[in-house]
Nanobody, 120 residues
């Protein structure tokens, strides 16, 4: 089964940008829908953005729409989350998941997450 490793997190001030990477091994991501989720302190896990295996179907949550962009580079087996105009409310552990046979992932293999901290 596919294994995922998130990277790219860090600490930035409000208004800054980060690019997260979800690197896969063990399988080709081209056959997997991939989603970015986040778990904020005291909050339940929520979906941030998802992308189908071919990249032709993308969903972005309203809370990040216009600020975050999900993309994929199947040749490098990596999915990205470009985060712009970060807000303190974006502070969370960001995780990616990959699920085969679907357009929108709701469950599947998970990475261990990367911490994003946005200071005000």
């Amino acid at each position: 089964q596919v294994r995922l490793v998130e990277s790219g997190g860090g600490t930035v001030q409000a208004g800054g940008s980060l690019r997260l990477s979800c690197a896969a091994s063990g399988a080709s991501l081209s056959g997997y829908a991939v989603g970015w989720f986040r778990q904020a302190p005291g909050k339940e896990r929520e979906v941030v953005a998802t992308i189908s295996g071919s990249g032709d179907y993308i969903l972005t949550s309203n809370s990040v729409k216009g600020r975050f962009i999900i993309s994929r580079d199947n040749a490098n087996n990596t999915v990205y989350l470009q985060m712009n105009n970060l807000k303190p409310e974006d502070t969370a552990v960001y995780l990616c998941t990959a699920q085969s046979g679907v357009t929108v992932p709701t469950r599947g293999s998970w990475g261990h997450g990367t911490q994003v901290t946005v200071s005000s």
